[in-house]
């Protein structure tokens, strides 16, 4: 059995469901950029925040991708 990576994997499920339900690509990656953008958000305002920066949703947005549809700051650290 291949390995894959949380990204890849994460990706397939991602662009899958984009398919099945007929979402454009864009609104696609604009609906998983928002929810990294909140949870970015959420963890800049907890004492231990692992995001030391404010990121726009235009950075997210425009970021590397990682695994299409997923970008720099739509995939999360593992400590």
Known sequence: MPLVSAPAGFAQLAAGYGSKHRIPKELLKRAIAHVSWKVIRTARSVQKRTCAKPV???????APMIAEPLGLFDCCGVK
């Open 56 to 62: 726009t949703m235009q950075q997210i947005l425009t």
